[in-house]
Structure formats: structure tokens, C-alpha cells
């Protein structure tokens, strides 16, 4: 049975460059077609180009990554992956930057062996270090809050008519769009900025009901 040559690559973020990855893999006579790119968040792991490449897998077909974090986002699910590759799909891997994770070497019971436990290592470093690295990004957040940092975007500048056409829209006199129109924001922005507005000032003469606004008058 012919070998099929394969490459994964991931990046977690869609700002990310996989250049590194890709030059890593250039060297190997991977065809094109054999070469799989993902470009997903941490919270949105559904990879679809690493499933379409693990159908496409058959027995001693050969799959290249650049590390070993590229098969998941924790240590379970390193584990789960190189398990289902190994054993179900009964494929080799080759690690490039860990070369004792070479499943072509050593299929003896010692080699089986030596290759689990670095497996098992080196699964747990990857994940610990992203645990670190999100405890230092919260560190790190909460440092520049402490320090008056603000987070987010940056409020819009309302125009001095505001406050008259907020009253001109709760009083029924305008359309939410066309009192937005007149500000020059968007309907979602003057909403809420009229909400804060009535928030600050104390002022109750506004109910929000399902997706409906309801005005009360006052006194």
C-alpha cells in the first residue's frame, strides 16, 4: 500500500500568520492538496480542514505537524487526537519540533513506550504553558485597569442636540431611526446612550418590554 503524505497547520486566531508552519512543511514534498490550513479561535475549535483531512487518512499514510499543540487546546485532547490517528486510523506522525515523536521509529514495545511518555509530557507542558499565558493576560488586564486603563471601544461623541432629540423620541415626536439620523450614529448607539442618559439622571418615565418601548407619561 502507497504512503500518502500529509500536513496539518493551525493558528488560533484569524489575525495569525501560519507562514511559520508553512515553512517548516515546505521542505517535505507534501502535494498541495495534502496540505490542510485552520485558522479558529481556542472557543471555536471545530477545524473543518482537520476533519476533512482526517477522513481522507488511510493506514501508514504519513501526517506531518510542526508541534504537538497543533493536534488540540489541552492535554486530554492531544491525547484524544494522537489516539484516534495512531490507533483508529493507524497512521504515522511526525513531530518536527520533537523528534523523538517519530512514529515511523521504534514500533517496538520499548519504542511504543518512550514515545508515550514523551506524548504525555510534552502534552501537559503545551497546556500549562497557555494556562500561564491566560493567567499573565488577566494579570496584565487587571494591572491596566487598576491604572485607569480602559478596555472596549471608545464611546461616541453625541452632539449638543442630544438631549432634545432624545426627549423628541420618548415623547413620540420622532422615530428612534430618525432621531439616530439626526445625531449621525447608529440606532443601537443612540439607544443606548439614551438609556445611560436616563440611568445617570435618575429618570423612570421608560420601560423596555420584549423588543417594544413603552412611554409612561410622567407626573
Known amino acids: 500500500m502507497s504512503t500518502n503524505i500529509y500536513g496539518y497547520v493551525r493558528v488560533s486566531t484569524r489575525e495569525q500568520n501560519e507562514g511559520r508552519q508553512m515553512t517548516a512543511l515546505g521542505d517535505l514534498s507534501i502535494p498541495e492538496e495534502n496540505l490542510f490550513v485552520d485558522k479558529h479561535s481556542g472557543k471555536d475549535f471545530q477545524r473543518p480542514q482537520y476533519k476533512r483531512m482526517v477522513k481522507r487518512l488511510r493506514p501508514d499514510d504519513l501526517l506531518?505537524?510542526?508541534?504537538?499543540?497543533?493536534?488540540?487546546?489541552?492535554?486530554?485532547?492531544?491525547?484524544?487526537?494522537?489516539?484516534?490517528?495512531?490507533?483508529?486510523k493507524c497512521i504515522d506522525i511526525v513531530v518536527l519540533d520533537?523528534?523523538?515523536?517519530?512514529?515511523?521509529?521504534?514500533?517496538?514495545?520499548?519504542?511504543?513506550?518512550?514515545?508515550?511518555?514523551?506524548?504525555?509530557?510534552?502534552s501537559f507542558v503545551a497546556e500549562n504553558e497557555r494556562t500561564n499565558i491566560r493567567q499573565r493576560q488577566a494579570e496584565g488586564i487587571a494591572a491596566a485597569k487598576a491604572k485607569g486603563v480602559r478596555f472596549g471601544r471608545e464611546r461616541v461623541a453625541l452632539?449638543?442636540?442630544?438631549?432634545?432629540?432624545?426627549?423628541?423620541?420618548?415623547?413620540?415626536?420622532?422615530?428612534?431611526?430618525?432621531?439616530?439620523?439626526?445625531?449621525?450614529?447608529?440606532?443601537?448607539?443612540?439607544?443606548?446612550?439614551?438609556?445611560?442618559?436616563?440611568?445617570?439622571?435618575?429618570?423612570a418615565e421608560t420601560k423596555y418590554i420584549r423588543t417594544k418601548w413603552y412611554t409612561f407619561p410622567s407626573g
Open 98 to 122: 520533537m523528534p523523538l515523536l517519530d512514529t515511523r521509529r521504534g514500533k517496538d514495545l520499548m519504542g511504543t513506550f518512550l514515545s508515550d511518555i514523551v506524548l504525555q509530557v510534552l
Open 159 to 203: 452632539p449638543d442636540s442630544f438631549e432634545r432629540l432624545r426627549r423628541a423620541w420618548r415623547s413620540g415626536q420622532m422615530s428612534l431611526r430618525e432621531a439616530a439620523d439626526a445625531c449621525g450614529i447608529p440606532k443601537s448607539t443612540f439607544r443606548d446612550a439614551a438609556l445611560r442618559a436616563e440611568a445617570a439622571s435618575g429618570c
Open 64 to 88: 506531518y505537524i510542526k508541534s504537538i499543540d497543533r493536534l488540540g487546546r489541552n492535554y486530554e485532547e492531544i491525547l484524544e487526537q494522537w489516539r484516534l490517528l495512531t490507533k483508529e
